[in-house]
């Protein structure tokens, strides 16, 4: 009796959700089963189902992006402003490897034990690592909501198509400057270090380069943060290297960042 309840249950969100979304030429990121089964479990289609009552969240568009640790959707809001929806998966193990990342971290000194619980904490810790680097105006998309695995930022981007990384863009010296402000800022205003600062989670837009993907980020008082730290300098480093752009040495960029 309890199954058939809780299939009713997830059958009857599943047609909520659908209703909520307009109709977009994108693929459909809640169709029934695929959503459910293999995306989405049923306690993350609740609280989307939630956000949508909370008018958080208007309506879902579809799938952007899909990773082994997380899916990012495509929202809007009431006022039609683009929203972006990052749903951490429970179902995933690849969290576990995540721990180094917490563990050391002031800021999170009580980790329950479950894949649950330490997915839930990620969410938490990235939402709080785009709103410590927003407040201190470092360009990084802006932190609207957290709650257990999903994250709501405003979407960098337009009609649910990402902006550029900085991977796939052309790049010059300007870029290069502007990386290294980044990782600049974010150590000596924000007080953490990215922790996986890359190509790969840089966008290039219009009005310059914005950071994301700051889950990994970790406090200054982090016992590992000066390797993190040398780290994100070496990869910035040696993608500008690969484009021919001028650069730093990487020693001399840590003594400049950390002074």
């Known amino acids: 009796m309890t199954d058939i309840i809780s299939k ?14 307009k109709r977009k030429h994108l693929e459909d990121g809640f169709k029934k089963g695929k959503t459910i089964n293999e995306v989405l479990d049923k306690r993350t289609v609740m609280t989307l189902y939630k956000m949508i009552t909370d008018h958080i969240i ?6 952007v992006s899909a990773g082994k640790e997380s ?5 809007v809001d009431e006022d039609d402003q683009n929203v972006a929806l990052k749903i951490y998966l429970i179902s995933t193990s690849n969290f576990k490897k995540r721990e180094p990342y917490i563990l050391g971290d002031p800021r999170f000194l009580h980790l329950k034990k479950g894949t649950k619980n330490l997915v839930y904490l990620w969410a938490r810790k990235e939402h709080r690592n785009l709103t410590q680097c927003y407040n201190a105006g ?5 932190p609207r909501y957290v709650t257990n695995n999903v994250l709501a930022m405003d979407f960098v981007g337009e009609n649910g ?18 990386a290294i402000i980044l990782l600049k800022d974010l150590y000596q205003k924000a007080k953490l270090v990215h922790g996986d ?14 950071v ?12 590992n943060s000066d390797d993190f730290l040398k780290r994100d300098i070496n990869n910035i480093v040696r993608f500008f290297t690969k484009r021919r752009i001028p650069v730093e040495d990487s020693e001399k960029l840590f003594e400049e960042i950390t002074k």
Do not use: C, M
Request: avoid cysteine.
């Open 58 to 63: 208007a309506y879902v568009n579809g799938t």
């Open 161 to 178: 198509a990402p902006a550029r990384q900085l991977l796939t863009s052309d790049v010059d010296e300007n870029d290069y400057s502007q």
């Open 71 to 75: 899916v990012l959707f495509w929202a």
């Open 212 to 223: 994301f993907d700051l889950a990994s980020a970790v406090d200054l008082r982090h016992p």
């Open 8 to 21: 009713k249950l997830e059958s009857k969100i599943d047609n909520i959700l659908n209703s909520k979304r």
């Open 197 to 210: 600062f890359s190509e790969y989670n840089i966008f290039k837009t219009e009005n310059g380069l914005v």
């Open 138 to 142: 470092i360009p990084v998309p802006r």
